[in-house]
C-alpha cells in the first residue's frame, strides 16, 4: 500500500514566523487533502487539492503529483496554528494519512 | 459547509464490554470511512464501505469490529468485547464518490475509553 511520510514531524515557531511543511507519497494519487486537527482533536479540512497550488488567507497549498509531494505553507503564523497538520493523498478506497507534522507556535 | 456527525462524543466502557459507535454521513455520500487515533499517534484507517458491503479494510480490522449501514441514514461501527488498546479517538468520514476524486468529510469523533 500507499507509504505517507511528513516532515518535520515537529515545528516550533515564534508568532509571525513563516513554514512549509512536506507530504511526500510513494504512489500515484488522484487527489490530495491537508487537515488540521486543533487541540480539541477536531480534522479541520483546509485543502483539497489534486494539483497546482490553492490559496487561503495566510495558508496555501501546493501539489506535484508526478513527483509525488504536496507542501503546506503557512505564513505569518499565529499561536490558533498550533496543532498536528495531516495530509491524505487519495488513490484508492483505502486512504492513508501521512505522519503529521506537530506544530507550535509560541507568542 | 455539509457536516458528518458522531454520537457519542464521548464514552467509557468496562473492558469486555460492547460498544456501538454511530455516524450519520452527509446525506447525498455513498462512501463511508471509519478511523481510528490513539492519542497522540497517527490517524489510522480502519475500513471503507460502499454499496452495503466492505470495500477495504485494514490489518487493526479484525473479528473484533464490524460495520453496518442499518437504515438509510446511520453508519455504524460495533466493536465487540473491548480491550484496553481500543481506547482511541474513532472518526468517521463520508464522501459523495470514490474517494479518489472528491473530497472526504470528517466528524468530531468518538472518544473511546476502554477501563
Known amino acids: 500500500g500507499i507509504q505517507v511520510e511528513q516532515s518535520p514531524p515537529d515545528l516550533i515557531l515564534q508568532e509571525g514566523a513563516n513554514s512549509t511543511l512536506r507530504c511526500n507519497f510513494s504512489d500515484s494519487v488522484n487527489n490530495l487533502q491537508w487537515f488540521h486537527q486543533n487541540p480539541w482533536g477536531q480534522l479541520i479540512n483546509l485543502f483539497y487539492?489534486?494539483?497546482g497550488t490553492k490559496q487561503n488567507g495566510r495558508l496555501s497549498a501546493t501539489t506535484v503529483a508526478t513527483e509525488r509531494y504536496s507542501l503546506l505553507y503557512i505564513s505569518s503564523s499565529q499561536t490558533t496554528d498550533s496543532g498536528v497538520y495531516f495530509c491524505?493523498?487519495?488513490?484508492?478506497?483505502?486512504?492513508?494519512f501521512g505522519t503529521g507534522t506537530r506544530l507550535q507556535v509560541f507568542p | 459547509e455539509p457536516e458528518v456527525t458522531q454520537t457519542p462524543s464521548h464514552q467509557v466502557t468496562q473492558m469486555g464490554q460492547e460498544v456501538i459507535l454511530r455516524c450519520v454521513p452527509i446525506s447525498n455520500h455513498l462512501y463511508f470511512y471509519w478511523y481510528r487515533q490513539i492519542l497522540g499517534q497517527k490517524v489510522e484507517f480502519l475500513v471503507s464501505f460502499y454499496n452495503n458491503e466492505i470495500s477495504e479494510k485494514s490489518e487493526i480490522f479484525d473479528d473484533q469490529f464490524s460495520v453496518e449501514r442499518p437504515d438509510g441514514s446511520n453508519f455504524t461501527l460495533k466493536i465487540r468485547s473491548t480491550k484496553l488498546e481500543d481506547s482511541a479517538m474513532y472518526f468517521c468520514?463520508?464522501?459523495?464518490?470514490w474517494g479518489g476524486g472528491n473530497t472526504i468529510y470528517f466528524g468530531e469523533g468518538s472518544w473511546l475509553t476502554v477501563v
Open positions: 491524505l493523498p487519495h488513490n484508492t478506497d483505502k486512504l492513508i
Open positions: 487539492i489534486p494539483s
Open positions: 468520514a463520508s464522501s459523495e464518490i
